[in-house]
Structures are given as C-alpha cells and as structure tokens.
C-alpha cells in the first residue's frame, strides 16, 4: 500500500462524512416548523411520504456512518397514530413512524458497528440512551440515540449472529393539509 493512496481514502471519508452531516443538518432543520404560539405548533409537519424520505435519509446516514450496506429486501415503515402521556389522542391524521432497514453484518463486526455510530451520532449532538456491546453472555449489540430538537430516535440493534436492523422512530408528526384544532 502506498501512501498517496491512503490519503486518498481517508480523504474520501472525510469528504463522505462532511456530505451525510450536511445532509443531517439540512434534513433536520426541515423537519422543525416555525415556532408559533398554538397549542400544536412545536409539532413537526409532513406527510407520510415526507417522513418516509426523512427517515430513510437518516437511516442510510447510519449505514454510511457504519460502514455497512443496506439490505435490498424490503423496508419495514409503521404509521401508527399518535397517542399522548394520558392515553388521549387528536382527530386531525396526527402521526409517528417507526422505519426499519436491515444489512447484514458479521458477528465479529456487530461492535464495531455500534462505536461507530455512537461516536459520529454523539459528535452530531444525538444523547445515547441505550448502549450495550455484544459479549458472550449477551450476543447482541443493542444502540439507540435520541435527537434533542427534532425529538426522533434512532437505533441500531443485533437481530441473530449476521444481521443487523437500524431504526428510526419519528416524534410526533402533523400531516400538513390538518387544521389542528386545539383540544380541551
């Protein structure tokens, strides 16, 4: 190996990194609406299929960060309404996403992984709020980190010895055609 070569992966990678937290940060700055004073408007705004591309934006930031391919088997995308501290809900389309990907990923890579995420996911200012490494008595590596502003999480977990699935749970979301009204 010679050393021009080298400098040109690692600038590479960096160039590659530079790009996806670009990308982050413009794809987060659009999920946030304008502050306003209604009782919903910290809500983010978009579509299901404005969320959908959000997310797979972010989980292809994960793979990329990881350094693994995404699995072109079908993607797993869960709407589900949304539903308050109290159990309570809104008539008005309000929505979450629960998106999965998965890639496959050799055991011996699954830590690996995980560090690397974590790192370049805390360096974006993510909070980890679950971190476990693979051992012998615990095969699985298990990661979830959750934005600050725009209140999403995002995971990366073991799924069997070769296979990994990344995740992105969206917050809240308002469909951008509802004229929220606001609820007792």
Not at 80 to 93: F, Q, W, Y
Not at 142 to 152: E, I
Not at 155 to 170: E, I, K, N, P, Q
Request: hydrophobic share 35%.
């Amino acid at each position: 190996m010679t050393r021009p070569s080298t400098r040109r992966s690692t600038a590479g990678t960096r160039l590659r990194r530079l790009l996806a937290v670009t990308l982050m940060a413009a794809t987060l700055g659009a999920c946030m609406s304008s502050p306003g004073t209604g009782k919903n408007d910290p809500l983010p705004v978009k579509s299901r299929e404005e969320a959908l591309d959000w997310t797979r934006q972010l989980l292809t930031h994960l793979a990329q960060t990881a350094g693994i391919q995404i699995n072109s088997e079908p993607e797993q995308a869960t709407f589900s309404p949304c539903v308050g501290k109290n159990g309570e809900s809104a008539p008005d389309d309000r929505f979450t996403l629960l998106h999965f990907l998965h890639s496959d990923v050799p055991a011996a890579r699954h830590n690996e992984v995980l560090r690397s995420v974590r790192d370049t996911l805390t360096k974006e200012g993510l909070t980890v709020t679950v971190y476990r490494e693979a051992t012998d008595a615990k095969p699985y590596a298990a990661f979830s980190a959750r934005h600050p502003q725009s209140r999403y999480v995002t995971g990366v977990d073991s799924t069997d010895d070769t296979r990994m699935a990344l995740s992105v749970t969206t917050p809240c979301l308002m469909p951008p055609t509802t004229s929220a009204s606001p609820t007792p």
